[in-house]
């Protein structure tokens, strides 16, 4: 069993900062890429930032330059830092890992809960 869990969300004022922080646990063999993800009201979920295992890091072009994703490899963190945030940043944040539970598996996608950014303007 893998679990994800997301921390980190909350209310904030337009043009502040919030930090969100996922730990995956469990039956965990490599984490390949983890990234995280947001779903507003009435829209698709859209990847909001990723990073590969060696470091390498992807954002939606309306993250570049405000936000920033990293990740503990040893740990199995994966943290996302948002700043200048707007009101249409507001969302459901999800943290996504492609990890192998075994040797010999399949990699496949793992998905946090969800946790909730709201940003006031």
């Known amino acids: 069993q893998v679990q994800l869990v997301e921390s980190g969300g909350g209310l904030v004022q337009a043009g502040g900062s919030l930090r969100l922080s996922c730990a995956a646990s469990g039956r965990i063999f490599r984490i390949n890429a983890m990234g995280w993800y947001r779903q507003a009201p009435g829209k698709q979920r859209e990847l909001v930032a990723a990073?590969?295992?060696?470091?390498?890091?992807n954002y939606a072009d309306f993250a570049k330059g405000r936000f920033t994703i990293s990740r503990d490899n040893a740990k199995n963190t994966v943290d996302l830092q948002m700043n200048s945030l707007k009101s249409e940043d507001t969302a459901v944040y999800y943290c996504?890992?492609?990890?192998?539970?075994?040797?010999?598996?399949?990699?496949?996608?793992?998905w946090g809960q969800g946790t909730q950014v709201t940003v006031s303007s």
């Open positions: 990073i590969s295992s060696g470091g390498s890091t």
């Open positions: 996504n890992a492609d990890l192998k539970t075994r040797i010999g598996a399949t990699a496949r996608d793992y």
